[in-house]
């Protein structure tokens, strides 16, 4: 038996697992090399595409917060235009009576646009907050100065005062020279007379309003402002119409010239459910006040009183085209006076012509549901 060894160059057999890889092997890894690199390419491209996708999906900072942008918007042009509000139910005066706090809703709606980063509605805000200060600003601040003639001041002392000899000495120690009261009734009229006599030398009484002076008073009238209206107006005796009278004017002797002053109270306003914000009986005594005032001689008049309503409200033009806010042209501040416990709206006024406010401001609270108000005057 003959023996050969084999021959040189030979390969292993293909199952030896000792041999070096064949060329299917190399095959194998090279294909699976270049599948990963694919693999791993179209994975990252789809990841990028999909970020981009999520990016251009997310609203930026100009698209978020329409709906506070269109809301600060909606602010702004209420209060810009609110005078062509419509006034059915009256609710042009009650936005108006309330006007100066629509600017909270300012910061409200930019804590909103800040929390969305949204550029629109900041944006947008500036229309509401550049309307609010020009409409408002300017009562920001001490606008008082030095000087003056003469203080007066209007007290609404509330029918339902609990103790009206308290607030009389309230008044009294008040200092001003003129004093207007309205709202008083039968049984307290005779508290206040006496509480007020010894600062006042000169007052009078007629119907709820009344007028207390240290100078000289004459020519003092009832003032129709159409308290009574109606077919059987005409039938009340005149005692009966004098009990209701809710304005007077009188003449106050100063060192520089009689001065006009007028007391006033208007109807109230209610809120009914069949009419809503209802104001028809102060409107009506307001045209009618306005009608007394444009008709009065004297260049130098003051009116004092309850006129259940702000500046802003429509429902006075007949009067602030006439005279101007001792408040606004002399106070600190809005001046509120209503209800006392929490103010929200100053409806108890001074309003001038021909004098000029040195000084306006609100006196402490007494036992009525107002604040009295007072101003120093001169001319």
């Excluded at 038996?1 to 390969?11: D, E, H, Q, R």
């Excluded at 008082?144 to 009206?164: E, I, K, M, Q």
Aim: glycine content about 10%.
């Amino acid at each position: 038996m003959i023996w050969s060894a084999p021959s040189a160059g030979k390969t292993s057999p293909p199952n030896d697992p000792s041999g070096p890889p064949g060329d299917d092997e190399h095959r194998d890894a090279a294909t699976a090399s270049r599948t990963g690199r694919r693999d791993t390419g179209t994975a990252t491209t789809g990841a990028g595409i999909r970020r981009a996708a999520r990016a251009l999906a997310r609203p930026g900072p100009w698209r978020r917060g329409s709906v506070l942008a269109a809301l600060a918007l909606l602010l702004g042009l209420v209060m810009s235009l609110h005078a062509r509000i419509t006034d059915r139910g009256s609710l042009g005066s009650l936005v108006e009576t309330f006007l100066p706090w629509f600017g909270l809703c300012v910061p409200v709606l930019l804590a909103g646009a800040l929390w969305r980063r949204s550029a629109s509605a900041v944006t947008a805000l500036l229309l509401p907050a550049v309307v609010w200060l020009n409409l408002f600003g300017g009562l920001l601040g001490d606008r008082s100065r030095p000087g003056g003639d003469l203080t007066v001041a209007s007290h609404n002392v509330d029918a339902g005062n609990p103790d009206p000899a308290g607030t009389a000495r309230e008044l009294a120690a008040s200092r001003a020279d003129v004093l207007a009261l309205e709202e008083l009734t039968p049984q307290d009229r005779g508290v206040y007379e006496r509480g007020l006599a010894k600062a006042y030398r000169y007052h009078t009484v007629l119907g709820t309003v009344g007028l207390w002076s240290r100078l000289p008073l004459s020519d003092t009238r009832p003032v129709d402002i159409e308290t009574d209206y109606g077919p059987l107006a005409a039938t009340k005796p005149a005692d009966v119409k004098l009990a209701g009278n809710r304005a007077l004017r009188a003449t106050v002797t100063t060192g520089k010239g009689p001065v006009a002053v007028y007391v006033a109270h208007l109807g109230s306003v209610r809120v009914l459910p069949s009419t809503g914000f209802w104001t028809g009986s102060r409107d009506r005594n307001a045209k009618a006040l306005g009608k007394a005032l444009a008709a009065e001689p004297n260049p130098r008049v003051v009116l004092l009183g309850d006129l259940n309503g702000t500046t802003d409200d429509r429902a006075f033009d007949a009067l602030t085209s006439r005279l101007r806010s001792a408040q606004e042209a002399a106070g600190d501040g809005f001046g509120f006076t209503w209800p006392a416990r929490f103010p929200v709206a100053r409806i108890d006024q001074i309003l001038v012509r021909g004098v000029r406010p040195h000084r306006s401001w609100v006196l402490p609270s007494t036992g009525s549901d107002h604040l009295p108000v007072a101003a120093r005057i001169g001319w």
